[in-house]
């Protein structure tokens, strides 16, 4: 999981140093807001692997977490699609 949390990284880096103008700056709070979000879902599900717990392949269906990332994922998607900031709930 490193390796790919290094690479999310890296291009949260690239977003930050390309950012220019304030509705920018405005999507880089929802974009860390995600990277913080989907980081503690992976520690969570890091957590219940190493104690051996079962993970049910249909636990992300009922994981509220999941539910609020792919939210944010779809907002942040629509705003790159249209070029106009919304703020969005789901990415706080």
Known sequence: MSGLRRS????LQLAIAAATTEPD???LDLLRNEFTNMQQM?????????KANY???DSFN????DQKILA????LI?????????DEISCH
């Open 55 to 57: 993970i049910s392949p």
């Open 62 to 65: 009922n994981n509220a977490a």
């Open 72 to 75: 944010c994922q779809r907002a």
């Open 42 to 50: 992976s520690d969570e599900l890091v957590a219940m692997h190493a």
């Open 8 to 11: 999310a990284d890296a291009k």
């Open 78 to 86: 629509s705003m790159a699609a249209t070029k106009q900031f919304q």
């Open 25 to 27: 700056h405005k999507v």
